[in-house]
C-alpha cells in the first residue's frame, strides 16, 4: 500500500524507488489498455447544450441496430400484464427519452407500431429496474442537529480533505445528485442549482420521503465551519437535485435516462449516481454517452453484490462513467462492494456520517456512500482548471492520482485506487513535460444559421491527444471532441453574426496553447411564414406547405380564402417533430374567430376529422402552427400542414378550388336523366338508372349510389358503422323533402347541397326529415348512418325524396306536381307510373302524421297549407352565417338550429 504523497506530487505521484517505478510502468500499461477498451470522458468546462458533438454521436451504430418489432421487445409479455416502454429519439442530435405505460400487450403492441412510424426513433425497449446501494447502518442512533460529527468523518482524515481547501472548495460546479431527491436541512443551506422530478411526481427535486438523495448531497456540500454537524468534501459547489427514484428507493432505467440528459442540458458538470441495476438499458447508455461527449464527469456506484459474485451494475459499467467501489478505515474492500475489472476507483463507503430530512444526521453504508466523495473530488479538479484555464481530463487525473490498494497496478476491488483529492488537484496544469501543438488549418463551414462546421489539422499523432476543445473568443467553451477527431459542429448560434474560436489540442495531463483563431459569420436565418396574423404567408396553389420552427419563439401564420363554399373541409399538420399545436381562424366582419384548434399531446398529427365541419363558408381563413411549451423546435425536420376538401386536396388552385364543386354537380349529369328517351322505353330506363339505384348505395360520397327514378330505394346496413350513400340531381328550382323512414334501427340522415347542409338524427326510430333548397342542375348527396350502435342486415330502411310541391295539393307530396315534369316531358310519365310508389308514402301518411307532431317545425310547415311555406324554407337555409361556418358533429345540426315543440 503506497503512502499518500505530500504537496510536492506535482505529477500525480513521487517515484520511491525501484519496486514503485516497476509499478508505476506496469500502471501506464493497464491505463494505455484501459483507455483503448473505455470511450474518453473529456472535461474542463461543460459544454453548452446546444454544441453538438459530431465527431463521437451518441447513438452508436452497435446501439441502434437493435430489433424494435413488438415480439422482440415484448418477448413473453401476458395478454394482461402492464409494462413501460422507453424509448430514445435523436431530436437535432439531442437524445429524448419518452416512457409510456400500457396495460396488455395489445395496447403495447400498438404503441410499438406508432412509435416505428417515427423516423428519429433510433431505440426502444422495456423499462427495468433501479435502485440505491445502500447498506445497514454501523454506526449509532440518530442525532440531532445541534451535535458536531466531525471526530467521526474518518474519511476527512483519510482522504485529507480539508488541505485541499485552501486551493479550492469546488466552487462555481455544478454537480447533479440523481437520486430519491435532496430534502431541505440546516447543514445543507448553501448554493442549489435548478432540479427536476423524474420519479412520477412534479417539482424541483427539493424533497425526499427516503433520506438517500439528502445523505448523498450532504457528503458532496454540506456547509463547512458553521457548527453544524458535518461538512462536504467541496463545500461551495451548487447541488442540482434530480429526483429520479421514489421515496421507497427504487425507480426506472428510463427516469435515470430522462435525468441525465436533462442535467446535462442544463448545467451540469458532475452528475452522481449512487444507484444502479443489474439489466442493461439503451436509454440509460445513450444519454450517459450524451453527457460524456458534452464534458460532464459521470460518477456511479459499483453496486453492493460482492457477496452474489459481482454482477455487473448499470449505469457504472458503462464506458465513459467513473465506477466507484467502497473501502474501510483500514483501506480494505467493504464487505459489500462490488469487485470487477469496470471499477475504476475506490472511496471510503463504511459508518459515512451525513445529513437525512428533518435536519437530522445518519451514518450509511455502500458505494452509494463512496461515489459521493468521488464526485465532490471531481467538481473541484474542474473548478482548479476553469481557475488556471486548463483544458484536463478529469476521469484520467483521477484514476492517475489514486493511491495504489490491493495488488499492484489497477485491480478488481479498488480499480486504480483510493481517490486522492489533494493530489488530483494539485495535478491540473503541473509541469508534466511539453504540452501538445494546437491544431493548425481551421476551417469553417456556415451552411445553416444557427450551425457551423468547423474543422482542422492535428500536428501530432492523435494517439498522444485525448481531445480538442473549441473556445469562443469571449472564453466560452463551444465545442468539444474526443480523441483525434478533426471536425466539430457548432450549434445555437445566432443568424447574421460574426463568430471567433480557438482550438485547443488537450493532452493526457496538459492543454495545448490556443490556436490561431477563426473568424465567419452565420447566414440569415429563412423563415417563409409570417411571424403574425397581420403578416401571414398566404399558403401556396397546392394548399400544401412544409415548414420548419426551429426556434423557441418561432411561430408560423398562413392565410388563404376560398370564393365559393367548401364542403367537408379538413385540416392537417403530420410529420411533427415533437409537441406542436395549430389553431384555424375564420375572419368574420374584421374579426377573427376561432373554428378549431388541434393539441393532441406529443408528436401525434393533428387532423380536424373529416366530417366535424360540414362546410366552410367563402371567405379568408388563418393558420396558426407553433410548439408547445412542452415541445422542441426541430431545425432539421419540417411539419407538413396541408388543407383538404372533401378528403383530398384542394389542388393547384387556391381560389379555383372551390369552383370544382359545381363541376361534380354536373349539369351534364342532369341532362342524362333529363334525356327521358331511356325511362320511355321500360327497359333501357330501369337499365341505367336502377341499376345503381336498386339497393347498390356507395360507401362514401365520391362513389354514391344515384336513386332511382322514383326518387325513393330501400336498402339494408350489412355492417355496424357502415354509411350509404345516395345522389341525385334537381330537375326543377325548389324545396326539396328528403325522407329516411321504416327504421329498423337508429339511423341518421344528412343531406349534402352545394350551397350548405343540413341532418337529422335521433335515439328512436321516427322518420328523420330534412330539406334542401336547389336549382335545377344542382346535386344533391344523402348519407344514411348507424348511430348509436345496432344495425339490421334484413329489415331494409326506406330513403324518399319528395320534390318541390304546387301549393293547390299538399298531399301529392311525391312527384305529382305538373310544373316539375314540363320541363322534361318524358319523366311525366314516369312519374304517372310513380303513383304506384306514392302508395308507399300512402301507408307513411298515417304513420308520418303523427312523427310530423315531434318532427322539426319545418316539415310541418310545408305540409301545411302556408303559402308562404317555400320562402320559410329559404329563409331556413340562407347562405350559412358566419357563426356558423363549422358546426361541430356533436351539436346534432350542420345548420341553424331549429325550433322544436
Known amino acids: 500500500m503506497n503512502a499518500h504523497p505530500g504537496p510536492d506530487a506535482a505529477a500525480g505521484r513521487s517515484l520511491r524507488g525501484a519496486e514503485p517505478v516497476s509499478r508505476q510502468a506496469r500502471r501506464g500499461l493497464d491505463r494505455i489498455r484501459n483507455r483503448a477498451r473505455r470511450g474518453m470522458a473529456l472535461a474542463v468546462e461543460r459544454l453548452d447544450p446546444r454544441a453538438m458533438l459530431s465527431a463521437a454521436p451518441w447513438a452508436t451504430p452497435q446501439l441502434g441496430s437493435q430489433d424494435l418489432s413488438a415480439e422482440s421487445i415484448l418477448g413473453g409479455l401476458g395478454h394482461d400484464e402492464t409494462t413501460t416502454l422507453v424509448a430514445v429519439l435523436d431530436h437535432?442530435?439531442?437524445?429524448?427519452?419518452?416512457?409510456?405505460?400500457?396495460?396488455?400487450?395489445?395496447?403495447?403492441?400498438?404503441?410499438?407500431?406508432?412509435?416505428?412510424?417515427?423516423?428519429?426513433?433510433?431505440?426502444?425497449?422495456?423499462?427495468?429496474?433501479?435502485?440505491?446501494?445502500?447498506?445497514?447502518?454501523?454506526?449509532?442512533?440518530?442525532?440531532?442537529?445541534?451535535?458536531?460529527?466531525?471526530?467521526?468523518?474518518?474519511?476527512?482524515?483519510?482522504?485529507?480533505?480539508?488541505?485541499?481547501?485552501?486551493?479550492?472548495?469546488?466552487?462555481?460546479?455544478?454537480?447533479?445528485?440523481?437520486?430519491?431527491?435532496?430534502?431541505?436541512?440546516?447543514?445543507?443551506?448553501?448554493?442549489?442549482?435548478?432540479?427536476?422530478?423524474?420519479?412520477?411526481?412534479?417539482?424541483?427535486?427539493?424533497?425526499?420521503?427516503?433520506?438517500?438523495?439528502?445523505?448523498?448531497?450532504?457528503?458532496?456540500?454540506?456547509?463547512?465551519?458553521?457548527?453544524?454537524?458535518?461538512?462536504?468534501?467541496?463545500?461551495?459547489?451548487?447541488?442540482?437535485?434530480?429526483?429520479?427514484?421514489?421515496?421507497?428507493?427504487?425507480?426506472?432505467a428510463g427516469a435515470v435516462a430522462e435525468g441525465i440528459v436533462w442535467a446535462t442540458d442544463n448545467g451540469a458538470e458532475v452528475i452522481s449516481m449512487s444507484l444502479g441495476g443489474t439489466s442493461p438499458s439503451m436509454a440509460m447508455e445513450m444519454a450517459v454517452t450524451y453527457a460524456v461527449q458534452r464534458g460532464v464527469t459521470v460518477v456511479a456506484a459499483a453496486g453492493n453484490s460482492r457477496l452474489w459474485g459481482s454482477p455487473r451494475a448499470y449505469p457504472a459499467s458503462y464506458d465513459g462513467v467513473v465506477a466507484v467501489a467502497a473501502t474501510t478505515p483500514l483501506n480494505t474492500a467493504a464487505s459489500f462492494s462490488t469487485g470487477n475489472e469496470w471499477v475504476d476507483i475506490a472511496a471510503p463507503g463504511t459508518g459515512i456520517w451525513s445529513t437525512i430530512p428533518g435536519n437530522r444526521y445518519a451514518a450509511y453504508n455502500g458505494t452509494s456512500m463512496a461515489t459521493p466523495h468521488v464526485a465532490a473530488v471531481a467538481a473541484m479538479v474542474h473548478a482548479r482548471a476553469a481557475t488556471l484555464g486548463e483544458s484536463v481530463y478529469v476521469p484520467g487525473i483521477l484514476e492517475e492520482t489514486a493511491q495504489d490498494l490491493g495488488v499492484p497496478g489497477r485491480d478488481d476491488d479498488f480499480g486504480w485506487g483510493?481517490?486522492?483529492?489533494?493530489?488530483?488537484?494539485?495535478?491540473?496544469?503541473?509541469?508534466?513535460g511539453e504540452?501538445?501543438?494546437?491544431?493548425?488549418?481551421?476551417?469553417?463551414?456556415?451552411?445553416?444559421?444557427?450551425?457551423?462546421?468547423?474543422?482542422?489539422d492535428l500536428p501530432v499523432d492523435a494517439s498522444e491527444v485525448v481531445g480538442v476543445q473549441l473556445t469562443f473568443a469571449t472564453g466560452e467553451p463551444a465545442a468539444l471532441v474526443a480523441g483525434g477527431a478533426t471536425s466539430a459542429t457548432l450549434q445555437g448560434l445566432q443568424p447574421e453574426t460574426s463568430y471567433t474560436v480557438y482550438a485547443t489540442t488537450i493532452g493526457r495531463r496538459r492543454g495545448s496553447e490556443q490556436s490561431e483563431p477563426l473568424t465567419f459569420t452565420t447566414p440569415s436565418r429563412p423563415d417563409f411564414a409570417g411571424d403574425t396574423m397581420a403578416t401571414a404567408t398566404p399558403l401556396p396553389a397546392s394548399f400544401v406547405v412544409e415548414e420548419l420552427l426551429d426556434s423557441a419563439d418561432d411561430v408560423d401564420?398562413?392565410?388563404?380564402?376560398?370564393?365559393?363554399?367548401?364542403?367537408?373541409?379538413?385540416?392537417?399538420?403530420?410529420?411533427?417533430?415533437?409537441?406542436?399545436?395549430?389553431?384555424?381562424?375564420?375572419?368574420?366582419?374584421?374579426?377573427?374567430?376561432?373554428?378549431?384548434?388541434?393539441?393532441?399531446?406529443?408528436?401525434?398529427?393533428?387532423?380536424?376529422?373529416?366530417?366535424?365541419?360540414?362546410?366552410?363558408?367563402?371567405?379568408?381563413?388563418?393558420?396558426?402552427?407553433?410548439a408547445n411549451p412542452s415541445g422542441t423546435p426541430s431545425e432539421t425536420q419540417p411539419y407538413r400542414l396541408e388543407i383538404l376538401g372533401d378528403g383530398l386536396p384542394l389542388g393547384a388552385s387556391p381560389t379555383p378550388s372551390p369552383a370544382p364543386p359545381p363541376a361534380p354537380v354536373l349539369p351534364p349529369p342532369a341532362p342524362p336523366p333529363a334525356p327521358a328517351p331511356e325511362p320511355t322505353p321500360p327497359p333501357p330506363a330501369p337499365a341505367p338508372v336502377p341499376e345503381p339505384g336498386s339497393g347498390l348505395p356507395g360507401d362514401t360520397r365520391k362513389t354514391a349510389g344515384l336513386l332511382p327514378a322514383t326518387l325513393s330505394v330501400q336498402a339494408t346496413m350489412q355492417s355496424e358503422g357502415r354509411e350509404h350513400w345516395w345522389t341525385m340531381t334537381a330537375a326543377i328550382d325548389g324545396v326539396y323533402e328528403v325522407r329516411l323512414h321504416d327504421l329498423p334501427r337508429n339511423y341518421s340522415l344528412a343531406a349534402f347541397r352545394p350551397n350548405g347542409s343540413s341532418s337529422s338524427s335521433g335515439s328512436s326510430l321516427r322518420?328523420?326529415?330534412?330539406?334542401?333548397?336547389?336549382?335545377?342542375?344542382?346535386?344533391?348527396?344523402?348519407?344514411?348512418?348507424?348511430?348509436?350502435?345496432?344495425?339490421?342486415?334484413?329489415?331494409?330502411?326506406?330513403?324518399t325524396v319528395n320534390p318541390p310541391v304546387g301549393s293547390p295539393a299538399p298531399e301529392p307530396e311525391p312527384l305529382p306536381p305538373t310544373p316539375e315534369p314540363a320541363p322534361v316531358p318524358e319523366p311525366e310519365p314516369t312519374p304517372e307510373p310513380v303513383p304506384p310508389p306514392t302508395p308507399e308514402p300512402e301507408p307513411q301518411p298515417e304513420p308520418e302524421p303523427p312523427p310530423a307532431r315531434t318532427e322539426l317545425s319545418q316539415p310541418r310547415r310545408r305540409r301545411r297549407n302556408r303559402s308562404p311555406s317555400q320562402s320559410r324554407r329559404l329563409r331556413q337555409h340562407p347562405s350559412p352565417s358566419p357563426s356558423l361556418i363549422c358546426l361541430p358533429r356533436r351539436i346534432g345540426r350542420a345548420t341553424p338550429a331549429r325550433p322544436r315543440r
Open 92 to 252: 437535432d442530435g439531442r437524445p429524448v427519452i419518452e416512457r409510456s405505460t400500457h396495460i396488455g400487450r395489445a395496447a403495447a403492441t400498438a404503441a410499438i407500431a406508432a412509435l416505428n412510424d417515427r423516423p428519429n426513433l433510433v431505440s426502444l425497449e422495456l423499462d427495468n429496474r433501479v435502485e440505491l446501494y445502500l447498506e445497514p447502518l454501523e454506526a449509532g442512533p440518530l442525532a440531532t442537529s445541534d451535535d458536531t460529527y466531525r471526530s467521526d468523518l474518518w474519511a476527512f482524515d483519510r482522504l485529507q480533505v480539508e488541505s485541499i481547501w485552501p486551493v479550492t472548495t469546488g466552487a462555481g460546479v455544478n454537480v447533479a445528485v440523481l437520486d430519491t431527491g435532496v430534502a431541505y436541512h440546516e447543514d445543507l443551506a448553501g448554493l442549489f442549482g435548478p432540479g427536476a422530478d423524474f420519479s412520477g411526481g412534479r417539482g424541483d427535486g427539493r424533497n425526499d420521503g427516503h433520506s438517500h438523495g439528502t445523505h448523498v448531497a450532504g457528503t458532496i456540500a454540506a456547509t463547512a465551519n458553521n457548527g453544524l454537524g458535518i461538512a462536504g468534501v467541496a463545500p461551495d459547489v451548487r447541488i442540482m437535485p434530480v429526483k429520479v427514484l421514489g421515496d421507497d428507493g427504487g425507480g426506472s
Open 418 to 432: 483510493l481517490v486522492d483529492p489533494l493530489a488530483a488537484v494539485l495535478s491540473v496544469a503541473a509541469d508534466s
Open 435 to 456: 504540452p501538445p501543438p494546437p491544431p493548425t488549418n481551421l476551417q469553417a463551414d456556415a451552411a445553416w444559421w444557427s450551425r457551423a462546421t468547423v474543422t482542422w
Open 557 to 626: 401564420w398562413w392565410t388563404f380564402s376560398l370564393t365559393e363554399q367548401l364542403d367537408l373541409p379538413e385540416v392537417r399538420l403530420t410529420n411533427l417533430p415533437s409537441n406542436y399545436d395549430i389553431d384555424l381562424y375564420y375572419m368574420y366582419s374584421g374579426t377573427p374567430s376561432l373554428l378549431w384548434s388541434g393539441q393532441q399531446w406529443g408528436n401525434r398529427d393533428e387532423l380536424s376529422e373529416l366530417g366535424r365541419f360540414h362546410y366552410w363558408d367563402p371567405g379568408q381563413y388563418f393558420v396558426k402552427v407553433w
Open 767 to 799: 322518420d328523420r326529415v330534412v330539406t334542401a333548397t336547389l336549382r335545377a342542375g344542382q346535386q344533391l348527396d344523402i348519407r344514411v348512418r348507424v348511430e348509436g350502435g345496432g344495425f339490421s342486415a334484413t329489415e331494409p330502411y326506406t330513403l
